[in-house]
């Protein structure tokens, strides 16, 4: 696959690589500079059902290989990876637009997935107790849920799909994935790779669209269970169609992340660590920093220096060195987030940095500067809602307690982190605060994946989190045997 070309992507069903049944077809752009590279298929419900067709009958062979040899194609897997780390990074920054870093970064997280998923002979193990009564024993035993289908996001191109696909595998199910139209190519490189490492035809299918291919999974019979990330309403749209439509779910959704700086703390930490977790990948994460609570007797020094570090960011296309902003992901993006920087003025926030006067604003990729409001509350639009963008709200507290409780007014909780050196009031925060992902002195608290990935409220539907234990018993259901041997 080359991304020289411009191609109309194909999907992948059973091995094969197949056009769409349909012309309908979207765009997708390299954000840093405008340029189309590639066309995506918006794929009909017919398409999806020959994928699901397939994958129902792959996971009758499939489930029963046994589950060393399921996970040493992963093993393969994860080398093939290795091998192909800065071309799989180079097609990330090339339709996402983080930075060369970054995406290198990213592929490190998808790696680690495979390689805890690697592990399912030891995760899939049931338990027993020999002796429930006199000659009486129980044990549970772990079998996989059937054909999945996954729903992914444009901000993650790697690490996403493989929150998902390689435990679902190798727990013994077969998959169904819908990439992101934005960013549908590396999807199918890691189709490809899967391929090469010996995975049979029709485990791991690709169906490129948009909302009828989203439908046609939330609906469709043979599919047991769906894993989503995505923006709040979609999840919320998916989880409920999903569950009505008995199905197992699990939507992970949109954040708004907290950051709480007291005056005990390192700032000088505190504010790099909140550069980074703010401007990176341009804000487009979802453990991305968004707003900061930080005590009055330092807040007018720690903006001070947040300003600075802000200043010294250099933007431009992710793939040039040195650069550490790179564009957000559509023109339509930069509208919206402009128009969110317009709305944060008119509701009287002080505009510190406005990152629609960077020069890499004038050029033709989708260039949004480091911008940073002060003086932010809870009333305005900027502090509730998700922009996904380089927008940093900074709102000023009298201590801790009213730290959290602004933060708990939010809908979201995904993320949420304290700058200090005091042990109790760690405490105090990981008792108090609202978040399912925590962090102390760090910015982005993202879990590795032998953790759930667990995001609370209105960031996360379900019960079972993405990774850790959780993804285990998600992809798999238990029978549990009574028995006594005469
Ligand atoms: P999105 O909701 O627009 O799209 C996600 C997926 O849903 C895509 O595959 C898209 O095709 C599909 N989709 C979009 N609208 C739909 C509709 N109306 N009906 C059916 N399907 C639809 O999200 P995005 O903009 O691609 O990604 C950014 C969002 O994802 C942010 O809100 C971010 O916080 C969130 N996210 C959350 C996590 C997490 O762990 N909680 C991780 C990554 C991203």
Redesign the pocket.
């Known amino acids: 696959m080359t991304i020289t070309k411009i191609e109309t992507l194909k999907n992948y069903i059973n091995g094969e690589w197949v056009s769409a049944t349909t012309d309908k077809k979207e765009e997708v752009y390299n954000p840093a500079t405008g340029e189309v590279i590639a066309n995506v298929p918006i794929s009909t419900k017919e398409d999806l059902d020959s994928a699901v067709q397939v994958a129902s009958e792959a996971f009758v062979t499939w489930k029963e290989v046994p589950v060393p040899r399921r996970a040493r194609i992963l093993f393969k897997y994860q080398q093939l990876l290795v091998e192909h780390w800065e071309e799989l990074a180079r097609i990330i920054t090339v339709e996402n637009g983080k930075n060369f870093t970054e995406a290198h970064g990213e592929v490190l997280r998808g790696i680690e997935c495979v390689e805890f998923a690697a592990g399912a002979p030891t995760l899939m193990m049931g338990d027993n107790l020999p002796s429930i009564s006199t000659g009486l024993e129980s044990g549970t035993y772990r079998y996989p849920v059937g054909v999945v289908g996954g ?6 191109p790697m690490m ?1 799909p493989c929150w998902m696909f390689p435990m679902a595998i190798a727990t013994g199910n077969t998959f169904v994935l ?1 990439p ?3 960013t549908p190519l590396l999807a199918n490189r890691l189709a490809e790779l899967l391929e090469e490492a010996g995975l049979p035809k029709g485990v791991f299918n690709i169906v490129h669209g ?2 009828d291919v ?2 046609g999974i939330l609906d469709h019979k043979k599919i047991a269970a769906i894993s989503f ?4 309403p ?1 999840a919320e ?1 998916v989880y409920k169609r999903g569950t009505d439509n008995l199905k197992r779910v699990q939507a ?4 708004k992340n907290h950051s709480i700086v007291l005056k005990d703390a390192n700032l000088e930490n505190a504010a790099n660590q909140i550069i980074n977790a703010a401007f990176g990948s341009a804000g487009e994460r ?1 453990m991305a920093c968004s707003v900061v609570a930080v005590e009055d007797e330092i807040a007018d020094e720690f903006v001070e220096t947040l300003l600075d570090r802000a200043n010294e960011l250099t933007i431009g296309n992710g793939l040039d060195e040195g650069i550490f902003l790179g564009p957000v992901i559509r023109d339509t993006h930069k509208e919206r987030t402009e128009q969110y920087i317009a709305t944060g003025e008119k509701e009287g926030a002080t505009l510190i940095r406005d990152g629609r006067l960077d020069n890499a604003a004038q050029e033709k990729g989708y260039f949004v500067g480091p911008t940073i409001f002060d003086h932010v509350t809870s009333e305005m639009k900027i502090w509730q809602d ?1 922009i ?1 963008a380089p927008v940093l709200s900074i709102s000023r507290v009298k201590n801790l307690d009213e730290a959290i409780e602004l933060s708990n007014q939010s809908m979201f909780a ?1 993320g949420a982190c304290i700058f200090t050196r005091d042990g109790g009031h760690v405490r105090t925060f990981r008792e108090n605060i609202d978040a399912g992902m925590l962090g102390v002195n760090i910015g982005v608290p993202a879990p590795m994946a032998f953790f759930p ?1 667990s ?1 609370w409220k209105d ?2 539907y379900g019960d079972l989190h993405t990774n850790g234990k959780d993804g285990v018993n998600f992809y798999t259901r238990k029978k549990v045997m009574t028995g006594r041997w005469e």
Do not use: D, M, W
């Not at 729903?151 to 993650?156: A, D, V």
């Not at 990330?229 to 709040?232: K, T």
């Not at 992970?252 to 954040?255: D, M, N, Q, V």
């Open positions: 729903i992914t996001p444009f901000n993650f996403v819908k992101s139209e934005r948009a909302h989203v439908n990330v995505g923006s709040q979609v749209y992970l959704a949109g954040a979802c998700e996904f995904n990935f995001g960031s996360f």
